[in-house]
């Protein structure tokens, strides 16, 4: 079975560029998640996801931060415009707990994007 | 509100010997409690979990045990191999409701030399 897809793997631009990332979660998952992981802050929870309907997006930074499900087997993650400080890798996770058959909630990642904005 | 707390890193240690990553973490009720490890310019991926207090969660030679009563969840193998070298994970889901939010702890980096 294909895991968690991720595209591109890396990604550099230029400060003020429109950055878009995209995310293939595993077929039947209905949960998806959306991380920014640094150095200095590690592992951020931006927004997550329930049967292609936003549930949480406290973590997303701010404005410039915008993401869509617009069906089952896709979401995007959009900076506009992307500033230095966003350079980090981004991953995309999904999970079901349904398919996982108990209450816990084990996440699959994807590879993750690498994102450097100059 | 909820938290984990792991041990910093970087932990080096030579092959073979004997490995603890220190995690503990503030939350109400019965969390579930997880250990994911990350390989170099990867994502992450469950290593073990365990659901209530007292389960021991086990897997590739990694144990770790629920304790409620110090709100633990150690990582623990006997003899580590340099495969291991990765960034470990401690986190946690407040309860097995319709809270699929993990909280993360900040990771703990293990480099092991041959």
């Known amino acids: 079975d294909a895991g968690v897809i991720q595209s591109p793997r890396h990604e550099v631009t230029e400060m003020g560029q429109e950055v878009t990332l995209r995310c293939k979660p595993i077929?039947?998952?209905?949960?998806l998640f959306w991380y920014r992981q640094t150095m200095m802050r590690g592992l951020e929870l931006l927004i997550y996801?329930?049967?292609?309907?936003?549930?949480?997006d406290s973590g997303m930074p701010e404005d410039r931060f915008s993401a869509k499900m617009p069906n089952a087997s896709f979401s995007t993650l959009k900076i506009q415009p992307s500033e230095p400080r966003d350079s980090a890798v981004y991953f995309c996770?999904?999970?079901?707990?349904?398919?996982?058959?108990?209450?816990?909630?084990?996440?699959?990642f994807g590879p993750g994007t690498r994102l450097t904005v100059l | 509100g909820d938290s984990v707390t792991q041990m910093e890193g970087p932990v080096t240690l030579s092959e073979e010997a004997f490995l603890t990553i220190n995690c503990t973490y503030t939350?109400?009720?019965?969390?579930?409690l997880f250990w994911y490890v990350q390989y170099p310019g990867e994502g992450l991926q469950l290593l073990l979990k365990?659901?209530?207090a007292d389960d021991k969660g086990s897997n590739k030679g990694f144990e770790a045990t629920y304790r409620k009563e110090t709100t633990s969840f150690h990582l623990e193998k006997g003899s580590v191999q340099v495969s291991d070298s990765a960034v470990y994970f401690c986190?946690?889901?407040?309860?097995?409701?319709?809270?699929?939010?993990?909280?993360w702890g900040l990771g703990t980096s293990l480099a092991v030399n041959p």
């Open positions: 996770a999904s999970s079901s707990a349904i398919l996982a058959g108990g209450p816990y909630n084990e996440q699959f």
């Open positions: 077929s039947g998952h209905d949960y």
């Open positions: 996801f329930n049967n292609n309907v936003p549930i949480d």
């Open positions: 939350a109400t009720g019965y969390p579930s």
């Open positions: 365990a659901t209530k």
């Open positions: 986190a946690l889901i407040p309860n097995a409701g319709n809270n699929r939010k993990l909280i």
